[in-house]
């Protein structure tokens, strides 16, 4: 499998835990146009409801992260339930997006998967560091995604 | 030529494309993917995936051309086409993409051009391959057969 997993001890969140049968709202982030159409029916396909972002920048103002948005977060629950987001996109990386989103009291809590067809290990190290969910190599297929719809509903490990 | 013998055709043929490399696993999935509520995906991705390359192919050779060439926007390309490739499973075109690269990584013009000529190769293979293969699909589906996906190739 190649994918590399973050969830073991404490790090996946209770409050992001879904009840099975619920249908997850996933934002999955990736500039390349193809990527982003296969990456959509995948989750689709695995019942989950899917928003997609061509870039960082677009991603945050979708979850009201952006500059200049409204930053009172009283009574504010986040919009989704998983980030899926490519490494490699010009301007803001996917190493960086997950790092605002971490630094989000709303979001923190919310699994970032970060995708890259290229297999680098510092890379992944650095991502599940800063407390990605998981890495996972492009392409993406199905088993790789009922992995993670799994992981999203189940106990944690 | 009745249904069975097209349906026997385009297994064939959609074999062949496995069995030159032409075509990875990858485009299995994207197969598996299609269903009655998007019937079109394959071909809607693989679309998408022509007119991307076709602009990408062309951002590349100006590049090149340039004077002063940026290896780093070259790279930049073929690193997104490199990506659409796999994405699709156009195997030989994504390794072509890989050649590519180490030639951008040592800023060799000369390499990058050579380079560019085999990737545009490999991608007008392709996408004849694939046209051939939705012809193929259409027919049957017009003289009322149906089209199942290939799910066990047994390579």
Same mark, same amino acid.
């Given at each position: 499998?190649?994918h590399?997993?973050?969830?073991?001890?404490?790090?996946?969140?209770?409050?992001?835990?879904?009840?099975?049968?619920?249908?997850?709202?996933v934002?999955?982030?990736?500039?390349?146009?193809?990527?982003?159409?296969?990456?959509?029916?995948?989750?689709?396909?695995?019942?989950?409801?899917?928003?997609?972002?061509?870039?960082?920048?677009?991603?945050?103002?979708?979850?009201?992260?952006?500059?200049?948005?409204?930053?009172?977060?009283?009574?504010?629950?986040?919009?989704?339930?998983?980030?899926?987001?490519?490494?490699?996109?010009p301007?803001?990386?996917?190493?960086?997006?997950?790092?605002?989103?971490?630094?989000?009291?709303?979001?923190?809590?919310?699994?970032?998967?970060?995708?890259s067809?290229?297999?680098?290990?510092?890379?992944?190290?650095?991502?599940?560091e800063?407390?990605?969910?998981?890495?996972?190599?492009?392409?993406?297929?199905?088993?790789?995604v009922?992995?993670?719809?799994?992981?999203?509903?189940?106990?944690?490990? | 030529?009745?249904?069975?013998?097209?349906?026997?055709?385009?297994?064939?043929?959609?074999? #062949? /494309? =496995?069995? @030159?490399?032409?075509?990875?696993?990858?485009?299995?999935?994207?197969?598996? +993917?299609?269903?009655? *509520?998007?019937?079109?995906?394959?071909?809607?991705?693989? #679309? /998408? =995936?022509? @007119?991307?390359?076709?602009?990408?192919?062309?951002?590349?050779?100006?590049? +090149?051309?340039?004077? *002063?060439?940026?290896?780093?926007?070259?790279?930049?390309?073929?690193?997104?086409?490199?990506?659409?490739?796999?994405?699709?499973?156009?195997?030989?075109?994504?390794?072509?993409?890989?050649?590519?690269?180490?030639?951008?990584?040592?800023?060799?013009?000369?390499?990058?051009?050579?380079?560019?000529?085999?990737?545009?190769?490999?991608?007008?293979?392709?996408?004849?391959?694939?046209?051939?293969?939705?012809?193929?699909?259409?027919?049957?589906?017009?003289?009322?057969?149906?089209?199942?996906?290939?799910t066990?190739?047994?390579f």
């Amino acid at each position: 499998m190649e994918h590399m997993d973050a969830s073991s001890g404490g790090s996946s969140s209770p409050k992001i835990l879904m009840e099975s049968g619920e249908q997850p709202h996933v934002l999955a982030v990736d500039d390349n146009l193809i990527d982003r159409k296969v990456v959509e029916k995948l989750l689709k396909n695995s019942s989950c409801k899917v928003t997609t972002a061509e870039d960082g920048p677009r991603a945050l103002e979708f979850l009201g992260l952006g500059d200049g948005q409204h930053t009172n977060l009283e009574g504010r629950v986040s919009k989704v339930n998983l980030i899926i987001t490519d490494y490699c996109m010009p301007g803001m990386t996917g190493y960086e997006l997950l790092k605002k989103v971490k630094e989000s009291s709303i979001m923190k809590d919310v699994p970032v998967v970060i995708m890259s067809s290229e297999n680098v290990p510092t890379r992944i190290n650095k991502c599940l560091e800063e407390g990605a969910q998981m890495f996972m190599l492009k392409p993406l297929k199905q088993s790789d995604v009922k992995d993670l719809r799994s992981q999203l509903t189940n106990c944690r490990s | 030529m009745e249904v069975g013998q097209m349906q026997r055709r385009l297994a064939d043929y959609t074999k #062949s /494309l =496995f069995m @030159e490399g032409i075509l990875d696993a990858q485009f299995l999935q994207l197969q598996q +993917l299609q269903d009655e *509520s998007n019937p079109d995906f394959v071909v809607e991705v693989s #679309s /998408l =995936f022509f @007119e991307d390359s076709e602009k990408l192919l062309n951002d590349i050779a100006r590049a +090149l051309d340039q004077q *002063s060439v940026d290896f780093k926007r070259v790279d930049a390309h073929v690193h997104q086409l490199k990506g659409s490739s796999a994405s699709v499973g156009a195997q030989r075109v994504k390794n072509a993409c890989v050649a590519f690269r180490n030639f951008c990584e040592e800023q060799n013009v000369e390499g990058c051009v050579r380079c560019l000529q085999q990737v545009k190769q490999e991608y007008c293979l392709v996408k004849n391959k694939l046209e051939t293969l939705f012809r193929l699909e259409q027919q049957i589906v017009a003289a009322g057969g149906s089209v199942v996906p290939m799910t066990e190739l047994g390579f």
